[in-house]
Nanobody, 122 residues
Framework: QVQLVESGGGLVQPGGSLRLSCVASGRIRIIDAMGWYRQAPEKQRELVAAIDIGGNTNYVDSVKGRFTISRDNAKNAVYLQMNNLKPEDSAIYYC????????????????WGQGTQVTVSS
């Protein structure tokens, strides 16, 4: 079984920064894409940023220029550096690993972390 564990959330003032980390554990052979989603109260979960195994990235328009996603394939980890945070960035942030293939298996699966709260408030 694959598990994703997030860390780095918290309370920060507007204009501040946070760095989210997510590490995937298990008998992982390859993870094609990793990403961060967020869900605010009474809103749908949305993709914030994603990065594929080749390092190609994409971002939701509202975070472009402020957030940076990166990954360490050797550690099966993905990071989200969030700068110039705004109150509207407040949400639970979820790590996602897509098209994960484990050793001894041929099929790919999608996995989610448990979420970490980010609150931007003065």
């Amino acid at each position: 079984q694959v598990q994703l564990v997030e860390s780095g959330g918290g309370l920060v003032q507007p204009g501040g920064s946070l760095r989210l980390s997510c590490v995937a554990s298990g008998r992982i052979r390859i993870i094609d894409a990793m990403g961060w989603y967020r869900q605010a109260p009474e809103k749908q979960r949305e993709l914030v940023a994603a990065i594929d195994i080749g390092g190609n990235t994409n971002y939701v328009d509202s975070v472009k220029g402020r957030f940076t996603i990166s990954r360490d394939n050797a550690k099966n980890a993905v990071y989200l550096q969030m700068n110039n945070l705004k109150p509207e960035d407040s949400a639970i942030y979820y790590c996602n690993a897509d098209r994960v293939i484990q050793w001894g298996m041929n099929s790919a699966r999608n996995y989610w972390g448990q979420g970490t709260q980010v609150t931007v408030s003065s």
